[in-house]
């Protein structure tokens, strides 16, 4: 299955700052998803970063919060802006993993807002 | 949308077998996942069902009836590197993306 590096693997940062978390696959894929999870909570989705086009938010995520790039099919990033305690979280990156059905998950950046 | 509902704790002991039971309610459907996600690490993939019946793979199983919107994991001569969150995921229909349900958070005593 694809290997994905994903970093930083975590950062504290001031309120009203603003951090890129890249995610870097070493095969291509069609598509890469970026999940948020909030302490003691499970993933919930921000948006499926598509190769070519504009990604695609979930309900309650927009761009101007978390704007994502999407260069090529080996690699994305994903930028918390204007950072407030809330967006405290664990942020992972995932991709397909072929043939298998499932998905892997790069190893996640746990970002503390204070 | 998908609502997708798993206890939220189980306790087994080591050596024992423990059944995760994880039903949803979905708009669409095209498959479902189980994850486990050890405190502080990513989640790794543990299986996948489209069809139903029995997904066999070593100490772990994992069981889908569509008709029921029904999923079970099933963990046999459970170990101490088992504690763990174990999380379901539902696939829509027309989409390739994954809607998580809270996990269950498994503890393993001796």
């Known amino acids: 299955s694809a290997v994905i590096s994903q970093k930083p693997s975590r950062d504290i940062c001031q309120r009203g700052t603003s951090l890129t978390i890249q995610c870097q696959v070493d095969s291509q894929v069609t598509m890469m998803f970026w999940y948020r999870q909030q302490p003691g909570q499970s993933l919930t989705l921000i948006a499926t970063a598509n190769q070519g086009s504009e990604a695609t938010y979930e309900s309650g995520f927009v761009i101007d919060k978390f704007p994502i790039s999407r260069p090529n099919l080996t690699f994305s990033t994903l930028t918390v802006s204007n950072m407030s305690p809330e967006d405290s979280s664990i942020y992972l990156c995932?991709?397909?993993?072929?043939?298998?059905?499932?998905?892997?998950f790069g190893s996640g950046t746990r970002l503390t807002v204070v | 949308g998908q609502n997708i509902d798993q206890p939220t704790e189980m306790t087994a002991t080591e050596g024992a077998i423990v059944q995760i039971n994880c039903t949803y309610q979905?708009?669409?459907?095209?498959?479902l996942f189980w994850y486990q996600q050890h405190a502080g690490e990513a989640p790794t993939f543990l299986s996948y069902?489209?069809?139903?019946g029995l997904e066999e793979k070593g100490r772990f199983s994992s069981f889908l009836s569509r008709s029921k919107g029904y999923s079970y994991l099933l963990l046999k001569e459970l170990q101490m590197k088992d504690s763990a969150s174990y999380l379901c995921a539902v696939r829509d229909g027309g989409y390739s993306t994954l809607t998580f349900g809270k996990g269950t958070m498994l503890l393993v005593s001796p």
């Open positions: 979905t708009s669409g459907f095209n498959g």
């Open positions: 069902n489209v069809l139903d």
């Open positions: 995932s991709v397909p993993i072929q043939g298998a059905g499932g998905y892997t």
